[in-house]
């Protein structure tokens, strides 16, 4: 099959569209004909290399996909050749004490699809059955690849971590990114007063804030908690004086993150 692999870190010029073994299902698993994946930027911090990580190489990344399933392994149900599918590209046990609680995310053997394992920058990927979500005819390949890691991201740091709640006003920043989108209206889905800040007014325009169901955004104005949003204030509010001003519950602070006022 045809797949693009990198053999060692770099920029783009290191990727190679080049024919690979074609994977199989194994116990437990499906095999996917993937007919639309993602790009995210855990693509491109696995290419270039992160410190104090070490990714096996040659390395066929993508964490996302969409596609029909094509074969299934032994001692998988509940899923059949030719159905349409998207997956959760997080693989967590289920079984130890962290995915009992609920934290799925720090699961002691956790995994993703194109960083622990060969990803969907191919003809074909093979992932565990139990991340593997049917998709309905109403919803296109590209519409359901472009989905999960970034939601997957965003309701750990909103609602496992973040514990948002109805009613209460959400300052996400970097709503034109993709991880802000998804956070945009994981907050709205929640009840939640929503406002967004993007480095420009393109970003802003193009992310779901500016969509007119949006109950309340906002570029530069005062916001509850004593911060301001603006371009610069926005970085501002992540200051540790700031979020102590503001009462911020579990903020994260960083390129793709929230910070909620009470
Ligand atoms: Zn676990």
Redesign the pocket.
């Known amino acids: 099959m045809k797949a693009v692999v990198f053999e060692k870190h770099g920029g783009p010029e290191v990727l190679e569209y080049e024919d690979v073994p074609e994977p199989n299902a194994g116990p437990g698993e499906v095999l996917i004909q993937v007919k639309a994946t993602s790009i995210n930027h855990i693509d491109i911090f696995l290419r270039r290399g992160m410190p104090g990580i070490k990714v096996p190489l040659p390395k066929i990344v993508g964490s996302d996909a969409a596609g029909i399933i094509r074969e299934i392994g032994p001692d998988v149900s509940g899923l059949e050749v030719g159905q349409r599918v998207t997956i959760n590209p997080g693989i ?9 609680a609920g934290f ?1 995310g ?5 995994a993703m699809v194109g960083e622990n394992r060969d990803g969907a920058y191919a003809e074909l990927v093979a992932v565990p059955a139990h991340i593997v979500l049917p998709i309905p005819d109403s919803v296109s390949f590209e519409e359901a690849a472009a989905a999960p890691l970034v939601f997957l991201t965003a309701w750990s740091m909103m609602v496992t971590k973040g514990n948002i709640r109805p009613g209460e006003d959400v300052l996400i920043l970097g709503a034109g990114a993709g991880v802000g989108t998804a956070a945009i209206q994981i907050a709205k889905m929640t009840g939640c007063r929503v406002f967004a800040a993007a480095s420009t007014d393109e970003k802003l325009e193009s992310s779901p804030a500016s969509a007119a169901s949006m109950s309340s955004w906002i570029i530069s104005g005062p916001i509850p908690g004593s911060a301001v949003c603006d371009r610069r204030a926005a970085a501002a509010a992540c200051s540790p004086a700031a979020q102590q001003r503001a009462s911020l519950r579990r903020p994260i602070c960083g390129r793709f993150s929230f910070v909620k006022f009470r």
Request: aromatic share 14%.
């Open positions: 967590s046990c289920g079984r130890c004490e962290f995915c009992a799925g720090q699961c002691t053997s956790y």
